[in-house]
Antibody, heavy 116, light 106 residues
Framework: QVQLKESGPGLVQPSQTLSLTCTVAGFSLTSYNVHWVRQPPGKGLEWMGVIWNTGGTRYNSALKSRLSISKDTSKSQVFLKMNSLQTEDTATYYC??????????WGQGVMVTVSS | DIQMTQSPSLLSASVGDRVTLSCKAS??????LNWYQQKLGEAPKLLIY???SLQTGIPSRFSGSGSGTDYTLTISSLQPEDVATYFCQQYNSWWTFGGGTKLELK
């Protein structure tokens, strides 16, 4: 069945780079787009960006200068890298599969704390 | 960027009530509107896509409507398991989420 699972460090120091991996199963990254969404503690959802099945990307304009999304189709993995982290980047980070504009399957999320 | 505003931010209702949640876009989004449910400690779950299409496995008490800039999620008869935060999301111009409506039992 369709599954997504995020992995990465739980703690990142300020000004450092966050690297997260989303490992998927049950579908091909050549057929579906994958999005990243984050949620600060107690707050709402923020769309971060998408990597299309073709490999193209689109980012939230507020994060564009710091964010990069890539993938390894052969390993069924999608990668998120975001630099210059600050405390306000503390959040749960989700990857999600996209149907026609809607996010139909989500990972469980990974909590990332930015702190020294 | 398109802004999405949800109201109310907190809604208290009783079991069996008909509940209506609102979502307003800063410009016409041509029905490209999805609704998600997020229970405490869980990932969001897709309820409704393209304004009024019910995702597979979602109970029929959930329904969506709207057009232009104004959209609504309705729960026809509130159940205890519907306690959650509900988010709308537009995809007419990239993707934007609303701030959420927290639904609790009265």
């Amino acid at each position: 069945q369709v599954q997504l699972k995020e992995s990465g460090p739980g703690l990142v120091q300020p000004s450092q780079t966050l690297s997260l991996t989303c490992t998927v199963a049950g579908f091909s990254l050549t057929s579906y787009n994958v999005h990243w969404v984050r949620q600060p503690p107690g707050k709402g959802l923020e769309w971060m960006g998408v990597i299309w099945n073709t490999g193209g990307t689109r980012y939230n304009s507020a994060l564009k200068s710091r964010l990069s999304i890539s993938k390894d189709t052969s390993k069924s993995q999608v990668f998120l890298k975001m630099n210059s982290l600050q405390t306000e980047d503390t959040a749960t980070y989700y990857c999600a599969r996209a149907g026609s504009g809607y996010l139909d399957y989500w990972g469980q999320g990974v909590m990332v704390t930015v702190s020294s | 960027d398109i802004q999405m505003t949800q109201s109310p931010s907190l809604l208290s209702a009783s079991v069996g009530d008909r509940v209506t949640l609102s979502c307003k876009a800063s410009q016409n989004i041509y029905k490209y509107l999805n609704w998600y449910q997020q229970k405490l400690g869980e990932a969001p779950k897709l309820l409704i896509y393209y304004t009024n299409s019910l995702q597979t496995g979602i109970p029929s008490r959930f329904s969506g409507s709207g057009s232009g800039t104004d959209y609504t999620l309705t729960i026809s008869s509130l159940q205890p398991e519907d306690v959650a935060t509900y988010f709308c999301q537009q995809y007419n111009s990239w993707w934007t989420f609303g701030g959420g409506t927290k639904l609790e039992l009265k």
